[in-house]
Protein backbone atom coordinates (compact mmCIF):
# COMPACT_ATOMS: atom_id res chain seq x y z
CA UNK A 1 0.00 0.00 0.00
CA UNK A 2 1.08 3.35 -0.48
CA UNK A 3 3.87 2.08 -2.58
CA UNK A 4 4.96 5.39 -3.94
CA UNK A 5 4.69 8.45 -2.08
CA UNK A 6 5.53 12.12 -4.08
CA UNK A 7 6.48 14.02 -1.17
CA UNK A 8 5.79 18.17 -2.29
CA UNK A 9 1.90 17.59 -2.47
CA UNK A 10 1.82 16.24 0.96
CA UNK A 11 4.20 18.10 2.35
CA UNK A 12 2.65 21.13 0.80
CA UNK A 13 -0.76 20.49 2.76
CA UNK A 14 0.50 19.82 5.80
CA UNK A 15 2.50 22.45 5.89
CA UNK A 16 -0.80 24.64 4.91
CA UNK A 17 -2.19 22.48 7.92
CA UNK A 18 0.55 23.19 10.07
CA UNK A 19 0.15 27.20 9.37
CA UNK A 20 -3.48 26.63 9.93
CA UNK A 21 -3.80 25.38 13.49
CA UNK A 22 -0.74 27.41 14.87
CA UNK A 23 -1.69 29.46 17.47
CA UNK A 24 -1.65 33.09 17.31
CA UNK A 25 0.86 34.74 19.39
CA UNK A 26 0.64 38.67 19.54
CA UNK A 27 -1.12 41.04 22.11
CA UNK A 28 -4.65 42.18 19.88
CA UNK A 29 -6.15 39.53 21.27
CA UNK A 30 -5.25 40.68 24.99
CA UNK A 31 -3.32 37.54 25.92
CA UNK A 32 -0.18 39.82 27.77
CA UNK A 33 0.87 37.44 30.29
CA UNK A 34 4.27 38.26 29.09
CA UNK A 35 3.48 41.74 30.56
CA UNK A 36 2.38 40.50 33.84
CA UNK A 37 5.23 42.44 35.84
CA UNK A 38 6.28 45.03 33.88
CA UNK A 39 2.77 45.99 32.14
CA UNK A 40 4.51 47.24 29.43
CA UNK A 41 3.03 46.29 25.68
CA UNK A 42 5.96 44.58 23.68
CA UNK A 43 4.91 47.47 20.47
CA UNK A 44 8.50 48.94 20.06
CA UNK A 45 7.90 52.51 21.23
CA UNK A 46 7.74 54.80 24.61
CA UNK A 47 4.90 55.05 26.79
CA UNK A 48 2.83 58.44 26.81
CA UNK A 49 3.52 60.63 29.79
CA UNK A 50 0.24 62.74 30.71
CA UNK A 51 -2.66 59.56 30.60
CA UNK A 52 -5.96 60.69 29.56
CA UNK A 53 -7.99 57.54 31.05
CA UNK A 54 -8.70 57.47 34.67
CA UNK A 55 -9.25 54.78 36.88
CA UNK A 56 -12.51 54.97 39.65
CA UNK A 57 -13.94 52.59 42.13
CA UNK A 58 -16.99 52.66 44.28
CA UNK A 59 -15.48 52.82 47.81
CA UNK A 60 -12.50 53.39 49.92
CA UNK A 61 -12.63 50.67 52.18
CA UNK A 62 -12.49 46.63 51.77
CA UNK A 63 -12.82 43.64 53.89
CA UNK A 64 -11.17 39.85 52.39
CA UNK A 65 -13.79 38.64 50.44
CA UNK A 66 -15.51 42.12 49.94
CA UNK A 67 -16.30 42.96 45.94
CA UNK A 68 -15.28 46.87 44.97
CA UNK A 69 -16.54 47.83 41.50
CA UNK A 70 -13.58 49.34 39.50
CA UNK A 71 -14.08 51.38 36.36
CA UNK A 72 -11.66 52.34 33.20
CA UNK A 73 -12.47 55.31 31.10
CA UNK A 74 -11.68 57.98 28.84
CA UNK A 75 -11.22 58.72 25.17
CA UNK A 76 -11.92 55.79 22.90
CA UNK A 77 -9.18 53.22 22.94
CA UNK A 78 -8.15 49.77 21.87
CA UNK A 79 -6.44 47.53 24.57
CA UNK A 80 -6.04 47.83 28.45
CA UNK A 81 -4.60 45.62 31.00
CA UNK A 82 -6.06 46.24 34.65
CA UNK A 83 -3.94 44.95 37.90
CA UNK A 84 -4.44 45.44 41.68
CA UNK A 85 -1.23 45.95 43.90
CA UNK A 86 0.16 46.63 47.53
CA UNK A 87 0.27 50.19 47.31
CA UNK A 88 3.17 50.15 49.43
CA UNK A 89 5.10 48.14 46.95
CA UNK A 90 3.82 48.96 43.14
CA UNK A 91 6.74 46.22 42.27
CA UNK A 92 5.24 43.59 43.78
CA UNK A 93 2.79 41.27 41.97
CA UNK A 94 -0.93 41.21 41.03
CA UNK A 95 -3.15 40.57 44.18
CA UNK A 96 -6.43 39.63 44.25
CA UNK A 97 -9.25 37.91 41.73
CA UNK A 98 -11.42 40.19 39.20
CA UNK A 99 -14.61 39.22 37.89
CA UNK A 100 -16.10 40.39 34.47
CA UNK A 101 -19.70 42.24 33.53
CA UNK A 102 -18.45 42.19 29.88
CA UNK A 103 -17.60 39.15 28.98
CA UNK A 104 -17.13 40.26 25.21
CA UNK A 105 -15.08 43.11 25.75
CA UNK A 106 -13.02 41.97 28.77
CA UNK A 107 -11.24 38.96 29.84
CA UNK A 108 -9.52 37.16 32.98
CA UNK A 109 -5.49 36.79 33.06
CA UNK A 110 -3.28 34.36 35.43
CA UNK A 111 -0.04 36.96 36.80
CA UNK A 112 2.04 35.62 39.55
CA UNK A 113 0.19 32.25 39.33
CA UNK A 114 -2.63 34.02 40.75
CA UNK A 115 -5.70 32.86 38.59
CA UNK A 116 -7.73 36.11 37.54
CA UNK A 117 -5.45 38.54 38.99
CA UNK A 118 -5.59 40.45 36.01
CA UNK A 119 -7.86 42.20 33.20
CA UNK A 120 -7.29 42.75 29.72
CA UNK A 121 -9.04 43.26 26.30
CA UNK A 122 -10.28 40.49 23.69
CA UNK A 123 -9.69 42.09 20.94
CA UNK A 124 -8.80 45.72 19.00
CA UNK A 125 -12.68 47.08 18.95
CA UNK A 126 -12.72 50.59 19.75
CA UNK A 127 -14.29 51.12 23.70
CA UNK A 128 -14.38 53.78 26.04
CA UNK A 129 -15.66 52.34 29.26
CA UNK A 130 -14.86 49.10 31.04
CA UNK A 131 -16.17 47.65 34.09
CA UNK A 132 -15.18 44.74 36.20
CA UNK A 133 -15.04 43.83 39.79
CA UNK A 134 -12.18 42.81 42.50
CA UNK A 135 -12.71 40.32 45.43
CA UNK A 136 -10.29 40.90 47.78
CA UNK A 137 -8.25 38.23 48.68
CA UNK A 138 -8.52 37.10 52.54
CA UNK A 139 -4.21 38.08 52.73
CA UNK A 140 -4.60 41.11 51.51
CA UNK A 141 -2.65 44.18 52.06
CA UNK A 142 -3.68 47.12 53.99
CA UNK A 143 -3.51 49.25 51.24
CA UNK A 144 -4.28 48.24 47.58
CA UNK A 145 -3.44 49.83 44.50
CA UNK A 146 -5.20 49.78 41.15
CA UNK A 147 -2.93 50.49 37.92
CA UNK A 148 -3.99 50.20 34.18
CA UNK A 149 -1.79 50.37 31.32
CA UNK A 150 -4.29 51.67 28.55
CA UNK A 151 -3.14 51.19 24.57
CA UNK A 152 -4.95 54.09 22.29
CA UNK A 153 -3.09 52.72 18.92
CA UNK A 154 -0.40 50.57 18.56
CA UNK A 155 2.23 53.40 19.20
CA UNK A 156 0.60 55.23 21.47
CA UNK A 157 0.13 54.00 24.73
CA UNK A 158 -0.03 54.65 28.52
CA UNK A 159 1.86 51.94 31.34
CA UNK A 160 0.88 52.10 34.84
CA UNK A 161 -1.76 54.37 35.00
CA UNK A 162 -2.07 55.08 38.89
CA UNK A 163 -6.00 54.16 40.10
CA UNK A 164 -7.55 54.85 43.54
CA UNK A 165 -5.98 53.27 46.61
CA UNK A 166 -8.72 51.00 48.70
CA UNK A 167 -7.45 50.40 52.38
CA UNK A 168 -9.02 47.88 55.16
CA UNK A 169 -10.41 49.71 57.62
CA UNK A 170 -8.02 49.87 60.34
CA UNK A 171 -5.27 51.67 57.40
CA UNK A 172 -4.40 54.24 58.13
CA UNK A 173 -4.71 56.12 54.86
CA UNK A 174 -2.07 59.31 54.54
CA UNK A 175 -3.76 60.64 51.40
CA UNK A 176 -6.92 60.59 49.59
CA UNK A 177 -7.60 57.70 47.10
CA UNK A 178 -7.46 59.12 43.80
CA UNK A 179 -10.63 59.32 41.55
CA UNK A 180 -12.81 57.73 43.99
CA UNK A 181 -16.53 57.91 43.91
CA UNK A 182 -18.52 57.71 46.92
CA UNK A 183 -20.13 55.73 48.83
CA UNK A 184 -18.12 52.54 50.88
CA UNK A 185 -18.74 48.76 49.79
CA UNK A 186 -19.81 46.44 51.93
CA UNK A 187 -20.58 42.95 50.91
CA UNK A 188 -19.26 41.18 53.38
CA UNK A 189 -21.45 38.53 54.66
CA UNK A 190 -19.87 37.57 58.13
CA UNK A 191 -22.45 34.50 58.91
CA UNK A 192 -22.02 32.94 55.01
CA UNK A 193 -18.33 33.88 54.23
CA UNK A 194 -15.21 31.78 54.62
CA UNK A 195 -12.47 33.43 56.35
CA UNK A 196 -10.05 31.05 54.77
CA UNK A 197 -9.84 27.86 52.32
CA UNK A 198 -10.58 24.36 53.08
CA UNK A 199 -7.96 22.36 53.77
CA UNK A 200 -7.10 18.19 52.70
CA UNK A 201 -5.55 17.05 55.99
CA UNK A 202 -8.68 14.65 56.99
CA UNK A 203 -8.80 13.10 53.67
CA UNK A 204 -9.34 9.45 54.40
CA UNK A 205 -9.54 9.74 57.49
CA UNK A 206 -12.70 11.32 58.22
CA UNK A 207 -13.86 12.69 54.63
CA UNK A 208 -14.58 11.24 51.65
CA UNK A 209 -12.73 13.30 49.33
CA UNK A 210 -12.01 13.64 45.72
CA UNK A 211 -9.33 15.96 44.29
CA UNK A 212 -8.22 17.21 40.93
CA UNK A 213 -5.18 16.46 40.14
CA UNK A 214 -4.51 14.08 42.66
CA UNK A 215 -4.22 14.60 46.08
CA UNK A 216 -3.48 18.72 44.75
CA UNK A 217 -3.53 21.56 47.92
CA UNK A 218 -7.46 22.97 48.06
CA UNK A 219 -5.70 26.29 49.01
CA UNK A 220 -3.62 26.19 45.15
CA UNK A 221 -5.50 28.07 42.43
CA UNK A 222 -5.03 24.58 40.23
CA UNK A 223 -7.00 22.36 42.14
CA UNK A 224 -10.27 20.91 42.08
CA UNK A 225 -11.81 19.53 45.46
CA UNK A 226 -14.69 18.21 46.59
CA UNK A 227 -15.19 16.51 50.37
CA UNK A 228 -18.13 14.73 52.09
CA UNK A 229 -18.01 14.26 55.81
CA UNK A 230 -20.84 12.50 57.77
CA UNK A 231 -21.99 14.05 60.82
CA UNK A 232 -24.92 12.26 62.62
CA UNK A 233 -27.88 11.96 59.89
CA UNK A 234 -26.66 14.78 57.52
CA UNK A 235 -23.54 15.30 55.29
CA UNK A 236 -20.91 18.08 55.23
CA UNK A 237 -19.85 19.24 51.79
CA UNK A 238 -17.31 21.34 50.67
CA UNK A 239 -16.35 22.49 46.88
CA UNK A 240 -13.61 24.26 45.89
CA UNK A 241 -12.04 25.07 42.48
CA UNK A 242 -10.75 27.71 40.15
CA UNK A 243 -14.06 28.70 38.25
CA UNK A 244 -14.95 31.80 36.76
CA UNK A 245 -18.50 30.95 37.30
CA UNK A 246 -19.81 28.19 39.03
CA UNK A 247 -18.74 24.69 40.41
CA UNK A 248 -20.59 21.32 40.38
CA UNK A 249 -21.16 18.01 41.37
CA UNK A 250 -23.86 15.16 40.84
CA UNK A 251 -24.51 12.36 41.76
CA UNK A 252 -25.24 9.15 39.12
CA UNK A 253 -25.96 6.03 38.75
CA UNK A 254 -24.34 5.80 35.65
CA UNK A 255 -21.15 7.44 33.77
CA UNK A 256 -23.28 9.46 31.66
CA UNK A 257 -24.95 12.85 32.24
CA UNK A 258 -28.83 12.45 33.02
CA UNK A 259 -31.37 11.50 35.35
CA UNK A 260 -28.76 12.87 38.09
CA UNK A 261 -28.86 14.49 41.39
CA UNK A 262 -26.58 18.10 41.30
CA UNK A 263 -25.52 21.01 43.79
CA UNK A 264 -24.42 23.99 41.83
CA UNK A 265 -22.24 26.73 43.61
CA UNK A 266 -22.65 30.38 40.97
CA UNK A 267 -20.79 32.87 41.22
CA UNK A 268 -23.66 35.62 40.79
CA UNK A 269 -23.78 39.62 41.42
CA UNK A 270 -20.29 38.88 43.47
CA UNK A 271 -21.66 36.59 45.69
CA UNK A 272 -22.06 32.64 45.64
CA UNK A 273 -25.64 31.34 45.35
CA UNK A 274 -25.67 27.41 46.46
CA UNK A 275 -29.04 25.75 44.90
CA UNK A 276 -29.99 22.32 44.23
CA UNK A 277 -30.78 20.89 40.95
CA UNK A 278 -32.18 17.98 38.80
CA UNK A 279 -30.26 16.47 35.67
CA UNK A 280 -32.33 15.27 32.64
CA UNK A 281 -30.59 13.87 29.82
CA UNK A 282 -28.11 16.58 28.02
CA UNK A 283 -30.33 19.59 28.80
CA UNK A 284 -29.03 22.84 31.28
CA UNK A 285 -30.32 21.18 35.16
CA UNK A 286 -33.42 21.84 35.87
CA UNK A 287 -33.01 24.30 39.30
CA UNK A 288 -34.91 23.59 42.46
CA UNK A 289 -37.49 26.14 43.54
CA UNK A 290 -37.04 24.71 47.21
CA UNK A 291 -33.65 24.49 48.77
CA UNK A 292 -32.94 21.79 50.89
CA UNK A 293 -29.57 22.65 52.17
CA UNK A 294 -28.40 24.62 55.38
CA UNK A 295 -25.20 26.20 57.20
CA UNK A 296 -24.38 27.50 53.58
CA UNK A 297 -21.00 29.38 53.37
CA UNK A 298 -19.00 30.46 50.14
CA UNK A 299 -15.20 32.61 49.56
CA UNK A 300 -14.53 34.02 46.19
CA UNK A 301 -11.02 35.00 46.71
CA UNK A 302 -7.49 34.42 45.07
CA UNK A 303 -8.98 32.69 41.94
CA UNK A 304 -11.00 30.58 43.60
CA UNK A 305 -14.50 30.14 44.33
CA UNK A 306 -15.86 27.91 47.50
CA UNK A 307 -19.02 27.25 49.22
CA UNK A 308 -19.84 24.70 51.68
CA UNK A 309 -23.18 23.02 53.29
CA UNK A 310 -25.07 20.51 54.79
CA UNK A 311 -28.10 18.02 53.98
CA UNK A 312 -30.13 16.00 55.53
CA UNK A 313 -28.75 11.96 54.45
CA UNK A 314 -32.61 11.06 53.54
CA UNK A 315 -34.65 13.79 52.01
CA UNK A 316 -37.81 11.70 51.31
CA UNK A 317 -40.01 15.05 50.91
CA UNK A 318 -37.71 17.01 48.08
CA UNK A 319 -38.09 15.20 44.96
CA UNK A 320 -34.85 14.38 42.72
CA UNK A 321 -32.64 14.14 45.88
CA UNK A 322 -30.78 11.06 46.37
CA UNK A 323 -30.31 9.33 49.22
CA UNK A 324 -26.46 10.10 50.12
CA UNK A 325 -26.12 6.43 52.20
CA UNK A 326 -25.89 4.34 48.58
CA UNK A 327 -23.17 4.17 46.06
CA UNK A 328 -22.83 6.43 42.97
CA UNK A 329 -20.45 7.92 40.17
CA UNK A 330 -19.81 11.28 41.19
CA UNK A 331 -19.58 14.59 38.44
CA UNK A 332 -17.42 17.04 39.27
CA UNK A 333 -17.78 19.87 37.00
CA UNK A 334 -17.47 24.24 36.06
CA UNK A 335 -18.11 26.53 33.64
CA UNK A 336 -18.61 30.16 33.32
CA UNK A 337 -21.90 32.15 34.64
CA UNK A 338 -23.15 35.75 33.37
CA UNK A 339 -24.97 37.95 35.32
CA UNK A 340 -28.12 36.93 37.18
CA UNK A 341 -26.19 34.19 37.55
CA UNK A 342 -27.28 32.61 34.21
CA UNK A 343 -24.87 28.90 33.52
CA UNK A 344 -23.55 27.80 30.49
CA UNK A 345 -22.15 24.46 29.58
CA UNK A 346 -18.48 23.44 30.88
CA UNK A 347 -16.42 23.76 28.39
CA UNK A 348 -14.16 20.79 29.37
CA UNK A 349 -15.17 17.49 30.34
CA UNK A 350 -16.30 17.10 33.65
CA UNK A 351 -14.39 14.99 36.37
CA UNK A 352 -16.11 11.52 36.76
CA UNK A 353 -15.22 8.60 39.27
CA UNK A 354 -13.77 5.82 37.82
CA UNK A 355 -16.29 3.64 40.16
CA UNK A 356 -19.39 3.92 42.32
CA UNK A 357 -18.51 5.59 45.66
CA UNK A 358 -20.48 5.83 48.84
CA UNK A 359 -19.88 9.25 50.20
CA UNK A 360 -21.13 8.21 53.68
CA UNK A 361 -19.09 4.41 53.85
CA UNK A 362 -15.50 4.17 54.54
CA UNK A 363 -13.56 7.37 54.07
CA UNK A 364 -11.28 7.84 51.16
CA UNK A 365 -9.10 10.10 49.23
CA UNK A 366 -9.51 9.50 45.73
CA UNK A 367 -8.92 10.89 42.23
CA UNK A 368 -10.76 10.84 38.77
CA UNK A 369 -10.40 11.50 35.51
CA UNK A 370 -12.16 13.87 32.59
CA UNK A 371 -11.15 11.79 29.69
CA UNK A 372 -12.07 8.31 29.62
CA UNK A 373 -10.11 5.23 28.93
CA UNK A 374 -11.70 4.30 25.86
CA UNK A 375 -11.50 7.90 24.12
CA UNK A 376 -7.91 7.77 25.46
CA UNK A 377 -7.27 4.28 23.80
CA UNK A 378 -9.24 5.84 20.71
CA UNK A 379 -6.73 8.55 20.36
CA UNK A 380 -3.40 6.73 21.22
CA UNK A 381 -4.45 3.82 18.82
CA UNK A 382 -5.05 6.59 16.07
CA UNK A 383 -1.81 8.23 16.80
CA UNK A 384 0.40 5.21 16.30
CA UNK A 385 -1.59 4.06 13.35
CA UNK A 386 -1.44 7.30 11.39
CA UNK A 387 1.88 8.77 12.63
CA UNK A 388 3.82 5.62 13.41
CA UNK A 389 3.21 2.74 11.19
CA UNK A 390 1.87 4.00 8.12
CA UNK A 391 5.10 6.70 7.86
CA UNK A 392 7.32 4.44 8.53
CA UNK A 393 5.36 2.07 5.56
CA UNK A 394 5.33 4.52 3.06
CA UNK A 395 8.82 5.24 3.76
CA UNK A 396 10.03 1.82 3.40
CA UNK A 397 7.83 2.04 0.37
CA UNK A 398 9.84 4.82 -1.31
CA UNK A 399 12.84 4.44 -0.56
CA UNK A 400 13.97 1.27 0.48
CA UNK A 401 13.34 -0.60 -2.58
CA UNK A 402 16.22 -0.25 -4.40
CA UNK A 403 18.23 -1.18 -1.49
CA UNK A 404 16.37 -3.96 -0.22
CA UNK A 405 15.36 -5.55 -3.94
CA UNK A 406 17.91 -8.87 -3.84
CA UNK A 407 16.38 -9.47 -0.14
CA UNK A 408 13.86 -11.85 0.70
CA UNK A 409 11.47 -12.54 3.48
CA UNK A 410 8.75 -15.52 3.09
CA UNK A 411 9.30 -15.81 -0.71
CA UNK A 412 8.88 -11.97 -1.48
CA UNK A 413 10.98 -8.96 -1.73
CA UNK A 414 11.57 -7.46 1.94
CA UNK A 415 10.62 -3.72 1.47
CA UNK A 416 7.13 -5.22 0.27
CA UNK A 417 7.13 -7.41 3.16
CA UNK A 418 7.60 -5.09 5.20
CA UNK A 419 5.42 -2.16 4.15
CA UNK A 420 2.23 -4.83 3.78
CA UNK A 421 3.02 -5.71 7.57
CA UNK A 422 2.83 -2.24 8.49
CA UNK A 423 -0.06 -1.48 6.20
CA UNK A 424 -2.49 -4.30 8.00
CA UNK A 425 -1.31 -3.09 10.81
CA UNK A 426 -2.47 0.81 10.30
CA UNK A 427 -5.68 -0.53 9.32
CA UNK A 428 -6.17 -3.19 11.89
CA UNK A 429 -5.13 -0.78 14.50
CA UNK A 430 -7.48 1.80 13.05
CA UNK A 431 -10.71 0.06 12.89
CA UNK A 432 -10.27 -1.24 16.44
CA UNK A 433 -9.73 2.33 17.26
CA UNK A 434 -12.53 3.46 15.16
CA UNK A 435 -15.40 1.32 17.47
CA UNK A 436 -14.15 2.87 20.56
CA UNK A 437 -16.41 5.76 20.57
CA UNK A 438 -19.03 4.50 19.47
CA UNK A 439 -19.17 1.62 22.27
CA UNK A 440 -18.39 4.58 24.94
CA UNK A 441 -21.32 7.36 23.55
CA UNK A 442 -23.61 4.41 22.40
CA UNK A 443 -24.10 5.63 18.98
CA UNK A 444 -23.14 8.49 17.22
CA UNK A 445 -21.62 11.92 18.96
CA UNK A 446 -23.33 15.47 17.98
CA UNK A 447 -20.97 17.25 19.76
CA UNK A 448 -17.76 16.25 17.75
CA UNK A 449 -18.60 18.72 14.93
CA UNK A 450 -16.50 17.49 11.75
CA UNK A 451 -14.30 14.83 13.81
CA UNK A 452 -16.38 12.10 13.52
CA UNK A 453 -17.33 12.58 9.60
CA UNK A 454 -13.69 13.08 8.95
CA UNK A 455 -12.90 9.41 10.93
CA UNK A 456 -15.93 7.89 8.93
CA UNK A 457 -13.80 9.20 5.41
CA UNK A 458 -10.41 8.22 6.92
CA UNK A 459 -11.50 4.72 7.86
CA UNK A 460 -13.20 4.22 4.29
CA UNK A 461 -10.37 5.00 2.71
CA UNK A 462 -8.02 2.76 4.60
CA UNK A 463 -10.37 -0.21 4.29
CA UNK A 464 -10.67 0.45 0.58
CA UNK A 465 -7.22 0.53 0.10
CA UNK A 466 -6.43 -2.47 1.60
CA UNK A 467 -9.12 -4.49 -0.77
CA UNK A 468 -7.67 -2.48 -3.45
CA UNK A 469 -4.58 -4.19 -2.57
CA UNK A 470 -5.50 -7.24 -2.39
CA UNK A 471 -6.25 -6.86 -6.17
CA UNK A 472 -3.16 -5.86 -7.26
CA UNK A 473 -2.19 -6.71 -10.82
CA UNK A 474 1.00 -7.97 -11.77
CA UNK A 475 4.37 -5.85 -11.93
CA UNK A 476 3.86 -6.01 -15.86
CA UNK A 477 -0.46 -6.00 -16.59
CA UNK A 478 -1.42 -3.26 -18.68
CA UNK A 479 -3.49 -2.15 -15.75
CA UNK A 480 -0.22 -1.83 -13.29
CA UNK A 481 0.39 1.60 -13.76
CA UNK A 482 -3.51 2.91 -13.05
CA UNK A 483 -3.41 0.66 -9.94
CA UNK A 484 0.38 2.70 -8.89
CA UNK A 485 -1.94 6.09 -9.10
CA UNK A 486 -5.02 4.99 -7.36
CA UNK A 487 -2.68 2.99 -4.85
CA UNK A 488 -1.04 6.37 -4.26
CA UNK A 489 -3.84 9.22 -4.49
CA UNK A 490 -5.61 6.93 -1.91
CA UNK A 491 -3.08 6.54 0.37
CA UNK A 492 -2.36 10.36 0.21
CA UNK A 493 -5.84 11.38 1.24
CA UNK A 494 -5.85 9.17 3.93
CA UNK A 495 -2.61 10.18 5.08
CA UNK A 496 -4.09 13.92 4.88
CA UNK A 497 -7.29 13.59 6.39
CA UNK A 498 -6.12 11.53 9.07
CA UNK A 499 -4.01 14.59 10.21
CA UNK A 500 -6.46 16.57 9.64
CA UNK A 501 -8.64 14.77 12.11
CA UNK A 502 -6.32 14.21 14.72
CA UNK A 503 -5.51 18.19 14.84
CA UNK A 504 -9.69 18.44 14.91
CA UNK A 505 -10.05 15.68 18.24
CA UNK A 506 -7.22 16.99 20.10
CA UNK A 507 -9.46 20.35 20.72
CA UNK A 508 -12.30 17.76 22.02
CA UNK A 509 -13.06 18.36 25.79
CA UNK A 510 -13.35 14.02 25.94
CA UNK A 511 -9.28 13.71 25.37
CA UNK A 512 -8.36 16.50 28.30
CA UNK A 513 -5.06 17.35 26.61
CA UNK A 514 -2.73 20.23 27.63
CA UNK A 515 -3.25 22.84 25.66
CA UNK A 516 -1.45 24.22 23.55
CA UNK A 517 1.18 21.74 24.07
CA UNK A 518 -1.03 18.95 22.47
CA UNK A 519 -0.77 21.08 19.11
CA UNK A 520 2.76 21.58 19.41
CA UNK A 521 4.04 18.17 19.84
CA UNK A 522 1.59 17.19 16.80
CA UNK A 523 3.14 20.29 14.91
CA UNK A 524 6.35 18.58 16.01
CA UNK A 525 5.82 14.88 14.76
CA UNK A 526 4.30 15.83 11.31
CA UNK A 527 6.89 18.36 10.97
CA UNK A 528 9.45 15.47 11.72
CA UNK A 529 8.02 13.51 9.38
CA UNK A 530 7.97 15.91 6.90
CA UNK A 531 11.13 16.60 7.06
CA UNK A 532 12.99 12.94 6.87
CA UNK A 533 10.59 12.34 3.69
CA UNK A 534 12.08 15.36 2.35
CA UNK A 535 15.75 14.45 2.92
CA UNK A 536 15.34 10.94 1.56
CA UNK A 537 14.31 12.69 -1.56
CA UNK A 538 17.00 14.76 -1.73
CA UNK A 539 19.07 11.91 -1.19
CA UNK A 540 17.29 9.69 -3.86
CA UNK A 541 17.87 12.96 -6.10
CA UNK A 542 21.49 12.85 -5.59
CA UNK A 543 22.15 9.21 -6.35
CA UNK A 544 20.38 9.52 -9.50
CA UNK A 545 22.73 12.56 -10.35
CA UNK A 546 25.40 10.47 -9.59
CA UNK A 547 24.47 7.22 -11.67
CA UNK A 548 23.89 5.13 -8.35
CA UNK A 549 20.25 4.87 -9.56
CA UNK A 550 18.04 4.97 -12.63
CA UNK A 551 15.23 6.82 -13.34
CA UNK A 552 12.48 3.92 -11.94
CA UNK A 553 14.85 4.08 -8.58
CA UNK A 554 16.74 0.93 -9.16
CA UNK A 555 20.36 0.20 -8.09
CA UNK A 556 22.73 0.35 -10.71
CA UNK A 557 26.18 -1.20 -11.68
Not at 36 to 44: A, D, E, I, K
Not at 236 to 257: I, K, N, R, T
Not at 440 to 464: D, E, K, N
Amino acid sequence: MLQQMELPGLAFAVWMLICFYAPVGGYPNGKVREACTSMVPCHGSSPQLSPEHTITVNGTEFKPGDSIEVHLSGPVFEGFFIQARDAEHLESPALGSFMLADRGASQLLTCAHTKNSAVSHTSKAKKKHIKVYWIAPGNAPKRVQFLATVVKKYKIFWVKIPGPIVSQPNALSPTPPLHATSGAVSTSHPVSYLSKPFNASSCGRTKFCIRNPSNCDPESASCFFLSFQQEGSSVFVEMSGPSEGYLAFALSHDQWMGDDDAYLCVGEDHRVRTITAYLKERSPPVLDSENALEDVSWRLADGLLQCSFRRSIRLPAHKGRFNLDASYYIFLADGEASEGGVIHKHRQQPLITNGIYNITGLPQDIGGSRSPRLIKAHGTLMFIAWITTVSIGVIVARFFKPVWSYSFLFGKEMWFQVHRMLMLTTVMLTSISFVLPFIYRGGWSQQAGFHPYLGCTVMALAIFQALMAGFRPSRHAPRRQLFNWFHWCTGTAARILAVVTMFLGMNLAALDLPDPWDTYTMIAFVTWHVGIDVLLEIHSYCLIRKGHLNNTGALTG
